[in-house]
């Protein structure tokens, strides 16, 4: 028979609450994504003709237009032709970073059994980054008012 301080032991014990599988959530976390789990899709770098592919198994259910990769949290926004801003669905990891952290046309292809289906290519920029203390073209100008 277990006493009442036990029982507070065990569940003190139990597992931390799971944290994510996309390689860091908090940066993409709340946004639609374009892929619903990481394993839904691989990103593969061919050093040698220096192109990026993006690999995927399932139906997207928009067409691409562009997408923009910001170097500040190394994810990946995917603007569609209707408009919509959707999260790739992961962080991109550090082994791939040097090579997708430039201005470039990817090539999206959807696969089935490991073969190519079909296929698009979509250029990839990269997100200006935010300079602190640049002005704002509708700010207000301070006067300086002298007695």
Not at 35 to 48: E, G, Y
Not at 79 to 97: A, E, P, V, Y
Request: with cysteine; charged share 35%; glycine share 8%.
């Amino acid at each position: 028979m277990m006493t009442e301080d036990e029982d507070n032991i065990t569940e003190t014990l139990k597992a931390p609450p799971r944290l994510g599988k996309d390689w860091g959530t908090g940066f993409g976390s709340g946004r639609t994504k374009l892929f619903a789990h990481f394993d839904d899709f691989d990103i593969m770098c061919d050093r040698a003709k220096g192109i990026t592919y993006i690999f995927h198994q399932c139906d997207l259910d928009c067409t691409i237009h562009h997408m923009e990769y910001d170097k500040d949290t190394q994810r990946i926004t995917v603007f569609t032709t209707d408009g919509q801003k959707l999260d790739l669905g992961t962080r991109i990891q550090w082994n791939i970073r040097p090579y997708i952290a430039k201005e470039q046309y990817l090539i999206i292809m959807r696969t089935k059994d490991g073969r190519a289906i079909e296929g698009q290519e979509v250029h990839l920029r990269m997100k200006a980054p935010e300079i602190e203390g640049e002005e704002d073209e509708n700010a207000i100008e301070p006067i300086d008012i002298k007695f």
